[in-house]
Nanobody, 117 residues
Framework: QVQLVESGGGLVQPGGSLRLSCTAS????????MAWYRQAPGKERDLVAT???????DYSDFVRGRFTLSRDNAKNTIYLQMDGLKPEDTAIYYC???????????WGQGTQVTVSS
């Protein structure tokens, strides 16, 4: 079965940085679209960034210029480098993978990111 495992979350001060990782297993990683989502308490889950299997990367407006998504197919891993963190970035960050838009995708367990002084 497909498994996605996130890591790298933690507590950081405003303006600080974190690097999240998501490692996948049980699938042909290079043929899947991968994405980062986040969800704050009481709010809906929002798309943060997507790495398409063809090589392109899309960012949501609220993270563009601060976050960088990268993909290492040899390690079955995607990363999210987060710089210039703001308190409003506080959320649980989830990894998602799917073969195409006809699927809802598979989810990791999430990793908590807290930005506070």
């Amino acid at each position: 079965q497909v498994q996605l495992v996130e890591s790298g979350g933690g507590l950081v001060q405003p303006g600080g940085s974190l690097r999240l990782s998501c490692t996948a297993s049980g699938m042909i990683f290079k043929l899947w679209d991968m994405a980062w989502y986040r969800q704050a308490p009481g709010k809906e889950r929002d798309l943060v960034a997507t790495s398409f299997k063809g090589g392109s990367i899309d960012y949501s407006d609220f993270v563009r210029g601060r976050f960088t998504l990268s993909r290492d197919n040899a390690k079955n891993t995607i990363y999210l480098q987060m710089d210039g963190l703001k308190p409003e970035d506080t959320a649980i960050y989830y990894c998602n993978g799917r073969r195409g838009p006809w699927e809802d995708g598979n989810w990791g367990q999430g990793t908590q990111v807290t930005v506070s002084s």
